[in-house]
């Protein structure tokens, strides 16, 4: 009899929890969603490329068939098929031989070859689409499902694309040529774009009411404010003088020979 071992001897071993790692988005990421990937089978090959290399092998064998049909068909070992591709099938022999010469050889015993020419290239072409990942059956199944879908799009095409609009004329509908129907208006080129709106107007705050004044008023203490030595007429006639009293009393001068106008004040005084 052997000896019980103590339990107290037994290695107390606990199982670790998995880290789990928290991404921001659970939805679309394969590593946050391992489950995604798990449904369904998987492609082993595109269907772009299937249809791809079938579409580019119907044209290849279209282009020689008239001289390359004969002597395949007539082919009944791989090395027959091969030669005849190399002799009749140039220059696309190398896209079929000596890598689908088996392939080629038992679609041609298939007992659901075609008997014409364009459905023989046809069957051809799309058998070996997926070769040498899927079989022949499943490359011309997915060949005419996307011939199907092709089908099933509709045979018109969009000629002008138009947004709808809200234009400052007053216009609040659809864009003809992305400009305005009503006035013309073109469509600003700016990041504004983008959001559909229109850039928002800054807001004017007025304080309080100006009275009018006169403009020669303005112009005169603008020209005051840059150079206190320089007068102006209403007339427009500028003066500028080595001080402020000269100046006037050059303007008064003016204004008595010119205008004919007597001043018996003075407008301004100067400064003492």
């Known amino acids: 009899m052997k000896p019980k071992k103590n339990k107290s001897h037994k290695k107390n071993t606990k199982k670790q929890p998995k880290e789990v790692k928290k991404a921001l988005d659970t939805l679309s990421g394969s590593g946050a969603n391992p489950k995604k990937n798990n449904r369904g089978r998987k492609r082993k090959l595109p269907w772009s490329t299937v249809t791809g290399r079938a579409s580019n092998y119907q044209f290849q064998l279209g282009e020689v ?5 004969t002597p395949l068909l007539a082919a009944k070992t791989e090395e027959e098929v091969t030669e005849a591709f190399n002799r009749f099938a140039q220059p696309y022999s190398g896209d079929f031989v000596p890598r689908l010469s088996s392939d080629i050889l038992s679609l041609l015993n298939d007992p659901d070859f075609p008997q014409r020419a364009l459905p023989r290239t046809k069957f051809l072409a799309r058998s070996l ?4 990942t899927l079989s022949f059956r499943r ?4 060949c005419e499902e996307a011939d199907r879908e092709e089908k099933r799009k509709s045979p018109h095409r969009i000629l002008r694309r138009e947004f709808f609009i809200v234009c400052s004329c007053g216009h609040n509908g659809p864009a003809l040529d992305n400009d305005c129907p009503r006035c013309g208006a073109q469509p ?8 559909g709106r229109a850039p928002a107007n800054p807001e004017i705050k007025i304080g309080r009411k100006i009275g009018k004044t006169d403009p020669s008023n303005l112009h005169q203490d603008a020209v005051r404010a840059i150079n206190p030595n320089t007068v102006q007429c209403e007339c427009g006639t500028t003066i500028s003088a080595s001080s402020r009293e000269i100046a006037l009393e050059v303007l008064a001068k003016h204004k008595r020979d010119e205008h004919g106008e007597i001043d018996n004040q003075r407008t301004e005084k100067a400064p003492e």
Do not use: E
């Not at 689409?129 to 040498?132: A, L």
């Not at 600003?188 to 959001?195: A, K, R, V």
């Open 65 to 69: 068939w008239h001289s390359l049909g």
């Open 188 to 195: 600003q080129l700016s990041l504004d774009n983008w959001t």
């Open 129 to 132: 689409g997926g070769r040498s």
């Open 139 to 142: 490359s011309r199944d997915i």
